[in-house]
């Protein structure tokens, strides 16, 4: 039971981060393009598999779908924290998240301009992956109840 729970406090922190990114990006233009990101190391993987990359709106889905599962797998480690410690534990994770999309995405070879563009750039993804660790968190939390 404690494994589904803390797979659906994942889940919550991914679809936090992601709406919120998804609607933000949008309609302003500092905000983090971690999609952008996310298609390019989606093309380089197929490309480096030997296999064509999807393209269009099938590679922002994909990479869509990528990115909510490989965050609520992250974010679903916070539940292996005590009750007591599981808020401190989505923040730490969380940022780490965040300065990991702003300081890693250049040496594993990706342009970090999407996320590094401006200081306000730098300050929303290490912010909105923070959130989406305190949603995982207190979701983790509320269900352990």
């Known amino acids: 039971m404690k494994v589904i729970q803390n797979i659906i406090g994942g889940l919550a922190g991914a679809l936090a981060l992601n709406i ?3 609607s933000v990006r949008r309609v302003y233009q500092d905000a983090p393009r971690v999609d952008l990101v996310g298609e390019e190391a989606l093309t380089k993987i197929a490309e480096s598999a030997g296999t064509e990359p999807p393209k269009g709106d099938k590679l922002y889905a994909a990479t869509l779908a990528g990115d909510i599962l490989s965050n609520a797998l992250y974010y679903s480690v916070i539940g292996t924290s005590k009750k007591k410690n599981l808020l401190a534990t989505g923040l ?3 940022l780490a998240a965040g300065v990991g999309a702003v300081t890693l995405t250049k040496p594993l070879g990706l342009s970090d301009a999407p996320v ?3 200081d306000k750039t730098k ?5 909105w992956y923070t959130l989406g660790g305190v949603v995982a968190a207190l979701t983790i939390k509320a269900l352990r109840k």
């Open 116 to 118: 590094t563009r401006t």
């Open 123 to 127: 300050a929303l993804t290490v912010a």
């Open 92 to 94: 730490v994770t969380g």
């Open 20 to 22: 919120l990114h998804e």
